[in-house]
């Protein structure tokens, strides 16, 4: 591996590219292992030739937004992981939002407010990045991307840049195509409706009001780390199987939101696939439902 990471930098001189980088830097939860190689391209042509150099050298590649609902494993991450939050371009056009997958998706619900557009409120919380938000079709309070996306930039694992429409994505709850096809978002084409920008301000203002309400915003996590079962609310069955506040190492069930897995300290990401893992047992012996993480798992297994 020693000489195709040399050959792979060799090939990257001009690329932002670090080595063993520790993933915990960026995650949200603050764990997670090193990358044995982390690029921050700043353009298209960089990712392709990061894409280039990793297939010339067998390295296996793997994307990663603002790592908002992300656990690596402690081990680490084999192989190129390219973070894309230094394309982070916005670009607003009549009632057109054009964004870079590494664009937050905060600043893309303010930039279509700025333009006094309507459709990307429910968003103004949601920490991910554009690409991340795709992948994920991210929603909350009722809106999802797939509501308001009408295509996407992707580049394909041949290396072939290609726009998807909508109804391409497939998207459904919490899934996108990107899931299965390998692929890695480039850019998000938002179309929007003209609105009245003090509407838009208060609507935001309000979902963020009780987003801090209701979540654990002072403490490092992943969001929601379970998807919603269908006829149940994650939340009440973990707190009525008495976990709220069940604590693995530093990770803990938060006692503001059981949907959220807290780091109060110190934690690992074996605590945090530990606590899941207990908490899946838990609720499907006391109630028979099966709880699938929303939470992207990612990493080497250790053996
Ligand atoms: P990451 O966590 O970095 O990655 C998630 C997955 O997307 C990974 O599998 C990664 O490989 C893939 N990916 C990322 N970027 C790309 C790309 N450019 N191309 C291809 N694949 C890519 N989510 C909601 O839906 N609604 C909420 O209300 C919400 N609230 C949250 C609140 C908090 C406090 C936190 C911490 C998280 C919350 N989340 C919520 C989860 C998270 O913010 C979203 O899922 C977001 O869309 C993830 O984006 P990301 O850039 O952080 O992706």
């Not at 150099?53 to 390295?59: I, S």
């Not at 290609?162 to 850019?187: C, D, K, M, P």
């Amino acid at each position: 591996m020693l000489s195709q990471i040399n050959a792979f930098l060799e090939a990257n001189q001009t690329i932002n590219v670090k080595t063993n980088e520790p993933l915990s830097k960026y995650t949200f939860t603050k764990t997670g292992g090193p990358a044995d190689l982390l690029a921050l391209p700043t353009s298209v042509p960089e990712v392709r030739q990061l894409l280039v150099a990793a297939k010339q050298n067998q390295l296996p590649i793997t994307v990663i937004g603002n790592a908002s609902n992300l656990i690596v494993r402690d081990d680490g991450i084999s192989g190129l992981v390219i973070i894309l939050t230094a394309m982070d371009q916005i670009d607003v056009q009549g009632t057109t939002v054009v964004a870079q997958a590494g664009a937050g998706i905060i600043q893309t619900s303010e930039a279509a407010y700025s333009g006094s557009l309507t459709g990307l409120e429910f968003a103004a919380g949601i920490p991910g990045s554009v690409g991340g938000a795709v992948f994920m079709n991210a929603g909350a309070y009722g809106g999802e991307i797939s509501d308001v996306l009408t295509s996407a930039e992707i580049l394909t694992q041949d290396n072939e840049i290609e726009t998807l429409t909508n109804a391409e994505l497939n998207f459904s709850y919490r899934h996108s195509l990107i899931q299965e096809n390998g692929s890695i978002v480039l850019s998000a084409r938002f179309e929007m409706a003209k609105g009245v920008a003090p509407t838009i301000r208060e609507k935001m203002d309000e979902l963020n009001a009780l987003r801090a309400a209701k979540q654990p915003l002072e403490y490092p996590s992943c969001g929601s780390v379970f998807k919603r079962p269908v006829g149940h609310f994650v939340g009440p069955l973990i707190q009525k199987a008495g976990l709220q506040g069940h604590q693995i190492g530093g990770a803990q069930v938060s006692e503001k939101h059981a949907g959220f897995i807290v780091n109060r300290g110190g934690a690992t990401a074996t605590d945090y696939l530990t606590l899941i893992a207990y908490i899946q047992e838990t609720i499907w012996h006391k109630f028979e439902v099966r709880l699938e993480p929303e939470v992207r798992i990612i990493g080497k297994k250790s053996e």
